[in-house]
Nanobody, 124 residues
Framework: VQLQASGGGLVQAGGSLRLSCAASGRTFSSHVMGWFRQTPGKEREFVAAITWSGGITYYADSVKGRSTISRDSAKNTVYLQMNSLQPEDTAVYYC??????????????????WGQGTLVTVSS
C-alpha cells in the first residue's frame, strides 16, 4: 500500500484546509486510515481515524468539533477537513493505514503504512 498525502499549506488562524490521502497498491477492506501530526522534538500525535468499511470515526480531543475525517471508496482517498485552525495546529500531517484493525486507532505504532507528510502552517 502506498499513501500520498496532500493539501497542506499556509493558512491564517481561523481558516480551513482539507488534507487528502490517496491510497494505491493493495487495499484492505478491513483497514483503518488515520491522520497523525508531528512537530519538531515531539512525538507523533493522533489526530483522527476512520474505518474503511464501516466509516466509524475517531478524533483527538484537540480537533474534535472542528475537524471531519471522511473517505471516498471509489477514489481510495481519505480526507481530513480542518476548520477554525489555530497556530497550535501547525505541524507535519501524516496519513497512515492499518492493514487490519489492531484494537486501537489512536496508537501510531499500530499502523503499517505511512505517507510522506504534508506541512500545515497556521499563522496568527
Amino acid at each position: 500500500v502506498q499513501l500520498q498525502a496532500s493539501g497542506g499549506g499556509l493558512v491564517q488562524a481561523g481558516g480551513s484546509l482539507r488534507l487528502s490521502c490517496a491510497a494505491s497498491g493493495r487495499t484492505f477492506s478491513s483497514h483503518v486510515m488515520g491522520w497523525f501530526r508531528q512537530t519538531p522534538g515531539k512525538e507523533r500525535e493522533f489526530v483522527a481515524a476512520i474505518t474503511w468499511s464501516g466509516g466509524i470515526t475517531y478524533y483527538a480531543d484537540s480537533v474534535k468539533g472542528r475537524s471531519t475525517i471522511s473517505r471516498d471508496s471509489a477514489k481510495n482517498t481519505v480526507y481530513l477537513q480542518m476548520n477554525s485552525l489555530q497556530p497550535e495546529d501547525t505541524a507535519v500531517y501524516y496519513c497512515a493505514a492499518q492493514s487490519y484493525f489492531r484494537g486501537s486507532a489512536y496508537v501510531h505504532h499500530l499502523y503499517d503504512y505511512w505517507g510522506q507528510g504534508t506541512l500545515v502552517t497556521v499563522s496568527s
